[in-house]
Every structure is written in structure tokens, then in C-alpha cells.
């Protein structure tokens, strides 16, 4: 009897210890969140995200400077890092004052003086998206993806993307000393460029008659897409149809591109009606094909197509289906390779999340990931002819094509 009573206090002892653990608010596991039973459908969802609720936790009950935490601003630099993660570089959350920031990029305001490229705000830099054509970043060959980590003096890794673009603005032509990372395959080499600000009014469309061996070529330079792209394309097409082309070059060099309406009508103007100009595909949705609306006034004039290495989006569609639907000679080297299209969600405090929602495929259907728009004849851009003597070798071969 005596045994039992002491197995008995024994018991009791163990069991009000138990009960102390279970409700001391200064146990570990009991700041683990209770989403979810093993057993139920969202316990993946609990295995993923409650490492994160128990840290938040943690440092709200036991972090000795509980003044330094901002539950908000952390959530969001945590937010930030969890997209960064997926290594894309078009997808990015911008908080409500990089997201004006990018908004005002894409406005483009005619009054507008700094660098002209687009840009967003990622970890310790700015990354350069996208760069117009014949603009101040162009003509100091500033690059897609290249990295801006120092704007004159200062750098940027603790600036908002506004802060940041402030500093490249105003006045035009001053100067601003812009030290970037560009990356070439495995290396990486830091420059230091100067760029000249300036107001522009870049034509989207320009083009010229050129007397070749008593043939007349028409040179058309598209520098970008707006919504009135197609509409000065075909009004210039209506001039030169007066004369008699034989020939057309067409510059796509250093090209980005926006509106897909647009360029898919670009593309209506050489290829032959219902062929195929480009293919959208996408995750959960059905994809949509885009076929030549048949404009009948260029499909019969032989095309060369210069590309080069930031020939990107729109435009390397447009020279893969120029050359698989209508055996247009691509001139120069493989494109950009960006064939994806990235959508804007906006969340209710300006915060927003870019990000890829599809890709394009040309007419043939190869794989993004297989690959570039090739060119049928390579020829190398030669940079300091073209800085010191303002020669295009490029174009002088796509010329020697007609002799």
C-alpha cells in the first residue's frame, strides 16, 4: 500500500508538471503557431510558413531592443527578399514608393530630363531594364542589366528607387558619373559612366531612301513601340510606296519592346494573312496565337532584319517570324534572349508585385529555353569605328547584301 500511495504522488507530481509546461508563456513551443493539424490539407502551408511566425514571435517576446522592431517594414524587406529569390530579374516587389517610382519611368513625360532608362530598385542596386534608343544612357552604352551601385559619390544600396532616380535627373546637360556591375557570363567588371542628361524626342519611326547600285533601299530604324508606332509605320510606308523599293533594311538593333497589339501589326505589314506572327503561353490559361492581319503592302519586298545582342521582347519576335514566314536575312549577332511578359499587381497600400505571368513563342514553337533569334550572317559591331568615325560597319553590310 505504502508503494502505491508514493506511485500515486508520483503521478500527481509528474502530471502538475506537465500542466506548468503546457501554460508557461515563456515556453519556446508554445509560440508556435496552431495552424493546422498534421492531418489537415493546409499542413504544408504550416511547414513552410510557421518557421517564420515563431521567429516573429520570439523576437517580439525575448529581443532585448524590442524599440528596433518595426513589425511592418520587416515584413516587407522579408517579402522583398522572398521574391529576389526566384532570380528573375523582371520580377520584383516594390514598396509604395518604388512602385511611383517605376509608374513615373514608363510615363515617359516629354519634359522629363535625366538618363532615359527604365529601372527598379533590387537588393544593393538598381538594375537598368530597359534603355531607349539614341538616348543619353544609349550613347554612353549603358546596358540592359547592368547594375548601378554608385550615383556620383553616393551609393544606392540604402536608397529608395525614387531617391535614386532623383539623382539622375535635372539639369539637362549636366553631367552624372554612374559606377555600374556588368556581367559577362561568369565575370563581372565594374565601370564608371558618364552620362549627359537630356530632355528627347526620339522619333519611334525614321527612315531613308539609300541609292545602292542604282537600287533604291528603304532603311527604316524603329527605336521603340508607343501607341502611335504603328500608326507613323504605316504612314511612312505610304510615303516610300510612291517610290520603288527594292529592298528593305530594317533596323531592330538595341531594341525593346512594349504593346503587343502593336508589333504584332508591325509584323502584318511583311507576312502574308493567317500565317502565324508569335504564340502566348502561359501557366493555368489557355494559350492565344496572334496571326498576320495581312496589310498587303510589304509582304512582296525582300527584308533584311538587323539584330544584336539587346534586340529583346517584342522585336526578336518580330525578326524570328520575319525570317520564318517570310525568309527575311537576319543581320548580326544572337538576340537578348527576354521573352517573357511581366504583369503589375497592385496591393491596397501602393505596394506592388511585377512579375512574369507569360512568354512568347515564334512561329516555329522552339522553346524559350533552346533558343535565341540567330542571325543568317554575323558581322561584329565595331564600337570604335562607330564612336570615332561614326561608321556603322553593320549597316554597310547589310548595303554590300545588294551589290
Given at each position: 500500500m505504502k508503494f502505491i500511495r508514493w506511485f500515486i504522488v508520483f503521478l500527481c507530481w509528474?502530471?502538475?508538471?506537465?500542466?506548468?509546461?503546457?501554460?508557461?508563456?515563456n515556453n519556446i513551443s508554445n509560440k508556435i503557431p496552431n495552424i493546422v493539424t498534421k492531418n489537415s490539407s493546409l499542413w504544408y502551408y504550416q511547414d513552410k510558413y510557421s518557421r517564420f511566425e515563431l521567429v516573429d514571435a520570439i523576437l517580439k517576446d525575448d529581443y532585448y531592443y524590442p524599440e528596433n522592431i518595426n513589425t511592418w517594414v520587416m515584413i516587407q524587406d522579408a517579402v522583398k527578399a522572398y521574391v529576389d529569390a526566384i532570380k528573375d530579374p523582371y520580377?520584383?516587389?516594390?514598396?509604395?514608393?518604388?512602385?511611383?517610382?517605376?509608374?513615373?519611368?514608363?510615363?515617359?513625360?516629354?519634359?522629363?530630363e535625366w538618363i532615359w532608362a527604365v529601372v527598379s530598385k533590387k537588393d544593393y542596386y538598381v538594375l537598368?531594364?530597359?534603355?531607349?534608343?539614341?538616348?543619353?544612357?544609349?550613347?554612353?552604352?549603358?546596358?540592359?542589366l547592368d547594375r548601378i551601385i554608385k550615383i556620383d559619390d553616393d551609393?544606392?544600396?540604402?536608397?529608395?528607387?525614387?531617391?535614386?532616380?532623383?539623382?539622375?535627373?535635372?539639369?539637362?546637360?549636366?553631367?552624372?558619373?554612374?559606377?555600374?556591375?556588368?556581367?559577362?557570363?561568369?565575370?563581372?567588371?565594374?565601370?564608371?559612366?558618364?552620362?549627359?542628361?537630356?530632355?528627347?524626342?526620339?522619333?519611334?519611326?525614321?527612315?531613308?531612301?539609300?541609292?545602292?547600285?542604282?537600287?533604291?533601299?528603304?532603311?527604316?530604324?524603329?527605336?521603340?513601340?508607343?501607341?502611335?508606332?504603328e500608326k507613323l509605320f504605316k504612314k511612312t510606308i505610304s510615303e516610300l510606296l510612291l517610290e520603288?523599293?527594292?529592298?528593305?533594311?530594317?533596323?531592330?538593333?538595341?531594341?525593346?519592346?512594349?504593346?503587343?497589339?502593336?508589333?504584332?501589326?508591325?509584323?502584318?505589314?511583311?507576312?502574308?494573312?493567317?500565317?502565324?506572327?508569335?504564340?502566348?503561353?502561359?501557366?493555368?490559361?489557355?494559350?492565344?496565337?496572334?496571326?498576320?492581319?495581312?496589310?498587303?503592302?510589304?509582304?512582296?519586298?525582300?527584308?533584311?532584319?538587323?539584330?544584336?545582342?539587346?534586340?529583346?521582347?517584342?522585336?526578336e519576335i518580330i525578326a524570328l517570324a520575319l525570317q520564318e514566314q517570310v525568309w527575311a536575312i537576319l543581320l548580326w549577332t544572337?538576340?537578348?534572349?527576354?521573352?517573357?511578359?511581366?504583369?503589375?499587381?497592385?496591393?491596397?497600400?501602393?505596394?506592388?508585385i511585377k512579375y512574369t505571368v507569360w512568354a512568347r513563342y515564334p512561329p516555329s514553337d522552339m522553346s524559350v529555353n533552346e533558343i535565341w533569334a540567330a542571325p543568317d550572317i554575323v558581322v561584329e559591331f565595331d564600337a570604335?569605328?562607330?564612336?570615332?568615325?561614326?561608321?556603322?560597319?553593320?549597316?554597310?553590310?547589310?548595303?554590300n547584301l545588294f551589290n
Open positions: 509528474i502530471l502538475v508538471w506537465l500542466i506548468i509546461i503546457k501554460y508557461n508563456p520580377t520584383v516587389y516594390m514598396d509604395a514608393e518604388e512602385n511611383s517610382g517605376f509608374m513615373n519611368e514608363l510615363e515617359w513625360e516629354d519634359h522629363f537598368i531594364e530597359e534603355v531607349i534608343k539614341n538616348a543619353p544612357a544609349y550613347k554612353a552604352w549603358i546596358k540592359p551609393y544606392v544600396q540604402d536608397m529608395s528607387l525614387d531617391e535614386a532616380v532623383s539623382k539622375m535627373r535635372w539639369p539637362a546637360w549636366s553631367i552624372v558619373v554612374i559606377t555600374a556591375e556588368r556581367s559577362n557570363w561568369e565575370e563581372t567588371e565594374i565601370l564608371k559612366i558618364e552620362v549627359t542628361r537630356d530632355t528627347i524626342d526620339v522619333p519611334s519611326v525614321t527612315s531613308d531612301i539609300l541609292n545602292i547600285w542604282e537600287k533604291k533601299i528603304w532603311y527604316i530604324e524603329i527605336s521603340t513601340i508607343w501607341e502611335e508606332t520603288w523599293i527594292e529592298w528593305v533594311i530594317l533596323d531592330l538593333r538595341w531594341n525593346w519592346g512594349w504593346y503587343l497589339d502593336i508589333w504584332v501589326d508591325i509584323a502584318s505589314h511583311f507576312i502574308p494573312k493567317w500565317q502565324l506572327v508569335v504564340s502566348a503561353k502561359y501557366r493555368w490559361y489557355s494559350n492565344t496565337n496572334y496571326y498576320s492581319k495581312w496589310y498587303w503592302d510589304l509582304e512582296w519586298i525582300k527584308t533584311v532584319v538587323l539584330i544584336d545582342w539587346l534586340t529583346a521582347s517584342a522585336w544572337t538576340t537578348f534572349w527576354k521573352w517573357s511578359i511581366q504583369t503589375i499587381y497592385p496591393f491596397q497600400d501602393w505596394d506592388s570604335e569605328a562607330y564612336v570615332n568615325n561614326d561608321m556603322d560597319n553593320q549597316l554597310e553590310e547589310a548595303k
